[in-house]
C-alpha cells in the first residue's frame, strides 16, 4: 500500500489507544495527560475521519501512551516476573493482568459483524508487525544475546529494573578485572 494508506490505518489503529490512554492518566492522577489524550481523541476522531487523518499531532497534542499496566505500577503493584506470550511477545504478569483492560482500547473492539471484525484485526495486526520490522533488524543486526537485549529494553521501557545478568567477559579467567 502507498505510505499514506499505511500510516492512516496505522493512525487508525492508534487512535482508539488515546482514549484508554485518557482514562489511565485519569487513573494515574495526571490530569494533564488525561485532558492532552482526552483531546487528541476527540480531534482525531472528529477532524481527523475516525483517526485517519492524526490532526492532533499536527496540532502539538501530545500523546502519552498510558496504559493499565503502568497504572497498577503507579498503584504500588509489583510488576512480576518477566515472561515472553507467544504472538504477543514480551510482557510482565502485571502487564498480563492488565491486558483484558489495555484491550478495551483496540479498534477491533468497535466493529461488531463478525467478518468485518476478522478484517479490521487483520489489518490492525498487520500495521503492527510493518511497524516493527524496523526494531526486529535492528536486534537481528546488532544483538549477541537477543534475548537479553530485548527482555532489558523492555523491562527499562516499563520502568522495572532487570536484574543484572551473568556478567560476560571475552577476558581469560585469570585476567585482571578492574584496578
Known amino acids: 500500500m502507498p505510505e499514506p494508506v499505511r500510516r492512516g490505518i496505522a493512525n487508525m489503529s492508534a487512535n482508539p489507544g488515546d ?15 488525561f485532558l492532552d489524550d482526552l483531546t487528541r481523541f476527540g480531534v482525531n476522531t472528529s477532524i481527523g475521519l475516525l483517526g485517519f487523518f492524526d490532526v492532533a499531532s499536527e496540532m502539538s497534542i501530545e500523546s502519552h501512551h498510558l496504559n493499565f499496566s503502568r497504572t497498577l ?3 504500588g503493584v509489583p510488576a512480576g516476573p518477566y515472561i515472553v506470550l507467544p504472538l504477543l511477545g514480551p510482557s510482565t504478569l502485571r502487564a498480563v493482568v492488565a491486558l483484558p483492560l ?11 459483524a463478525p467478518a468485518a471484525r476478522l478484517a479490521v484485526a487483520g489489518l490492525d495486526t498487520t500495521s503492527r508487525r510493518a ?3 524496523p526494531l526486529t533488524r535492528i536486534v537481528d ?7 537479553l537485549l530485548v527482555r532489558d529494553g523492555y523491562l527499562q521501557r516499563e520502568g522495572v529494573p532487570s536484574e543484572p545478568s551473568e556478567e560476560r567477559s571475552d577476558a581469560p579467567d585469570n585476567a585482571p578485572t578492574g584496578p
Request: no cysteine; hydrophobic share 40%.
Open 19 to 33: 482514549a484508554t490512554s485518557a482514562i489511565n492518566g485519569l487513573l494515574q492522577g495526571h490530569m494533564d495527560y
Open 141 to 147: 543486526e546488532m544483538a549477541l544475546d537477543k534475548y
Open 102 to 112: 489495555d484491550s478495551q482500547g483496540s479498534v477491533v473492539r468497535w466493529v461488531h
Open 73 to 75: 505500577r503507579t498503584w
Open 131 to 133: 511497524q516493527l520490522l
